[in-house]
Structures are given as structure tokens and as C-alpha cells.
């Protein structure tokens, strides 16, 4: 079986207001875009088993459910309270996820961190094109969906 060539997934790209059904879930500019549900979103753009390369840095988290995914050929399962730093250029795919599952997410242009205050952990990580997945505690999954929800 051939492999899938990897479709390149920039902010650019995703402007365009009908390649998802449900609009009121995502914000999206040249320079940020956030997903509040990305299930709900119902996006004509994303399949199982097809590798994406993501042109911009990425802040994940599960809301619910579970994923299986690859991050770089790396596999990973996330499930709630997971976050997920991903660096620009990483080539993600996902294999499976449950029929319960949610995702948040928020897509970060490159040139726009450099006007932000940042943090060392996000800058190190980012900066340095590599990844990271922290299991959150409760506590701070309660705080990252305050942030989300701002």
C-alpha cells in the first residue's frame, strides 16, 4: 500500500469559510486561529490515515475520548487532559479516535510569537521545532478550558 503524501495545513489555507460546516467553533486569521470543538467543527478537510504537515505551531488539548496519532512517526495516545505542544512543520496523522472524542485547539502563526511576551517552556519547544505532551492534572485541565473559553 502507498503512502499518503502530506497536505500542507497553514492558517492561510484554512481562511476559506466553507471548507467547514460549523463556523461558530473556529476563529481563524493569517496570523491565529483557535477551534473551540473540533468535532462539531465538521470539517471537509480532515481524514483518518492521512498525514498533514502543519506549516504553523500548534497548542492541542482532549477535551474527551481518545486519539491515536503520529507526531513526527512518533505514535502517541491522547486522552483527556493531554496537551499537546507542536512545532511548526511537524507532520502529524491520525490513526484512530473514539466516537467520544474532543479537541481544542490553537494554531499560532510563526511571526506572530515574536510579538507575544513568551514563555520560556512555549519558546523552547517551538522555537526549537520540537514536540511535547504533558499529561494535565486536573487542575490545570480545569484552567486550560477557562483559557479556551476567554
Known amino acids: ?8 495545513i497553514s492558517l492561510k489555507n484554512v481562511l476559506d469559510y466553507f471548507i467547514v460546516q460549523n463556523n461558530e467553533y473556529r476563529f481563524v486569521t493569517k496570523d491565529f486561529g483557535i477551534v473551540s470543538s473540533f468535532m462539531r467543527m465538521t470539517s471537509e478537510l480532515f481524514f483518518i490515515h492521512q498525514p498533514y504537515k502543519l506549516k504553523e505551531g500548534r497548542i492541542v488539548y482532549a477535551v474527551s475520548g481518545q486519539v491515536t496519532l503520529s507526531i513526527n512517526l512518533i505514535q502517541y495516545t491522547a486522552k483527556k487532559g493531554d496537551l499537546l505542544l507542536l512545532a511548526p512543520n511537524s507532520i502529524i496523522e491520525i490513526h484512530e479516535f473514539t466516537t467520544d472524542f474532543e479537541m481544542r485547539m490553537m494554531a499560532i502563526q510563526n511571526d506572530f510569537i515574536q510579538f507575544l511576551n513568551k514563555d520560556e517552556v512555549l519558546e523552547y519547544y517551538i522555537g526549537r521545532r520540537e514536540n511535547l505532551f504533558l499529561p494535565l492534572s486536573e487542575k490545570d485541565y480545569e484552567m486550560t478550558e477557562r483559557y479556551f473559553f476567554l
Open 1 to 8: 500500500m502507498a503512502a499518503n503524501e502530506p497536505l500542507e
